[in-house]
T-cell receptor
Framework: LAKTTQPISMDSYEGQEVNITCSHNNIATNDYITWYQQFPSQGPRFIIQGYKTKVTNEVASLFIPADRKSSTLSLPRVSLSDTAVYYCLVGGSQGNLIFGKGTKLSVKP | DADVTQTPRNRITKTGKRIMLECSQTKGHDRMYWYRQDPGLGLRLIYYSFDVKDINKGEISDGYSVSRQAQAKFSLSLESAIPNQTALYFC???????????????FGPGTRLTVL
């Protein structure tokens, strides 16, 4: 399973756009890129998944360059309730996910 | 996710005791997983099961065992609990994966286990 690297923490203010970049140099051809969100004392929650180019849903956008060695999760106009840990995962085609330490996003008023 | 339930939600036990954590799901998913989370370390996979007859070790299976009693039930046991097994434990489920795509996992509310 490909290893991912993402920042340990990020700070932002309400109303700003937040971009969290994840590197995954060893991504395999069949691997998808998936992001989860976790609030304290809760289980992670699926946010978005993509294979290449751009994916957008009601919560976030995911940008994946052509070489797929990195990806960027974009959260538009964050609010205080977006304060959470965000995990970037690669692979999981067999269902066994590897979660790293994630990025702790703190949104301030 | 209310479709994935874990019992107990909190448990305090002593070193050497046998502990069972239970997970039930009403999502009809074939695949179930057990993770543990330690502060600042993210989640680590303990065991996973792709169907009732299939059990696989994850990243940190030593000291743990599992039982898949039915499609909807997946239990995690600590045969002889030790303090460094104090952690937050999550159960998760996912649907059967087709081709090379990946299906999202749905997590339970977690069980906070303390081993004294």
């Amino acid at each position: 399973l490909a290893k991912t690297t993402q920042p340990i923490s990020m700070d932002s203010y309400e109303g700003q756009e937040v971009n969290i970049t994840c590197s995954h140099n060893n991504i395999a051809t069949n691997d998808y890129i998936t992001w989860y969100q976790q609030f304290p004392s809760q289980g992670p929650r699926f946010i978005i998944q993509g294979y290449k180019t751009k994916v957008t849903n009601e919560v976030a956008s995911l940008f994946i360059p052509a070489d797929r060695k990195s990806s960027t999760l974009s959260l538009p106009r964050v609010s205080l309730s977006d304060t959470a840990v965000y995990y970037c995962l690669v692979g999981g085609s067999q269902g066994n996910l590897i979660f790293g330490k994630g990025t702790k996003l703190s949104v301030k008023p | 996710d209310a479709d994935v339930t874990q019992t107990p939600r909190n448990r305090i036990t002593k070193t050497g005791k046998r502990i069972m954590l239970e997970c039930s799901q009403t999502k009809g998913h074939d695949r179930m997983y057990w993770y543990r989370q330690d502060p600042g370390l993210g989640l680590r996979l303990i065991y996973y099961s792709f169907d009732v007859k299939d059990i696989n070790k994850g990243e940190i299976s030593d000291g743990y065992s599992v039982s898949r009693q039915a499609q909807a039930k997946f239990s995690l046991s600590l045969e002889s609990a030790i303090p460094n097994q104090t952690a937050l434990y999550f159960c998760a489920t996912s649907d059967t994966i087709t081709g090379s795509s990946y299906n999202e996992q749905f997590f339970g509310p977690g069980t906070r286990l303390t081993v004294l």
